[in-house]
């Protein structure tokens, strides 16, 4: 089944702690991006990646890290995270470089205390 | 800066009922428009993509049109069912830059059997 994944689905963390959510398709997809979503902000792009090896920043990078090593995984990294990364996340694919119809993973819900 | 408005933000209607969903932005310089479905505390389910050259897509009771020039989109939704509640996003992605999705705010759609 084409689907994009998403691990882990719920997280709770404490301030500092060093997380990383997984992001996977299997849908030979070029473009991948991550999304938070914020109750009265929507969704705003955190990150994103054109191809293999090259990302880039969306609208609300701060405190977030990525890397794009294989076509397939884009992970999603917190180095020290606080209380405002409290969100759920959304990770997401498509076939051209954002061109194409996006497909979206399931989410992750996040809580920093 | 691209600016994504839905009308109404809910919406309640008997079972049966056809019913319009209106997507507005202010930017006409857009590559496509997607609607999406999200469930409570779900992911994102596309619905249908309209690349920029089209006029309408559809999709079993589902039927989008795009009107670029006037930067409007509606979905209608024929001979609602309460399998129907949801919230209804539209998004964009303008035809230059990193490809991101500038999404609505959503419509709360609740069909009532």
């Known amino acids: 089944e084409a689907q994009v994944t998403q691990n882990p689905r719920y997280l709770i963390t404490v301030t500092g702690k060093k997380l990383t959510v997984t992001c996977s398709q299997n849908?030979?997809?070029?473009?991948m991006s991550w999304y938070r979503q914020d109750p009265g902000l929507g969704l705003r792009q955190i990150y994103y990646s054109m191809n293999v090896e090259v990302t880039d920043k969306g609208d609300v990078p701060e405190g977030y890290k990525v890397s794009r090593k294989e076509k397939r995984n884009f992970p999603l990294i917190l180095e020290s995270p606080s209380p405002n990364q409290t969100s759920l996340y959304f990770c997401a694919s498509s076939l051209g470089q954002g061109t194409s119809e996006q497909f979206f993973g399931p989410g992750t819900r996040l809580t920093v205390l | 800066k691209q600016e994504v408005t839905q009308i109404p933000a809910a919406l309640s209607v008997p079972e049966g009922e056809n019913l319009v969903l209106n997507c507005s932005f202010t930017?006409?310089?857009?590559?496509?428009l997607q609607w999406f479905r999200q469930d409570p505390g779900k992911g994102l389910t596309s619905l249908l993509l309209?690349?920029?050259?089209?006029r309408e897509q559809t999709s079993g009771r589902l039927n989008a049109s795009l009107d670029k020039s006037s930067g409007r989109s509606t979905l209608y939704i024929a001979a609602s069912q309460p399998g129907d509640s949801a919230t209804y996003l539209c998004a964009v992605v303008m035809d230059t830059g990193r490809r991101a999705l500038t999404f609505g705010s959503g419509t709360r759609l609740q069909v009532q059997p």
């Open positions: 309209i690349q920029s050259s089209q």
């Open positions: 849908m030979n997809h070029e473009y």
């Open positions: 930017d006409s310089a857009i590559y496509n």
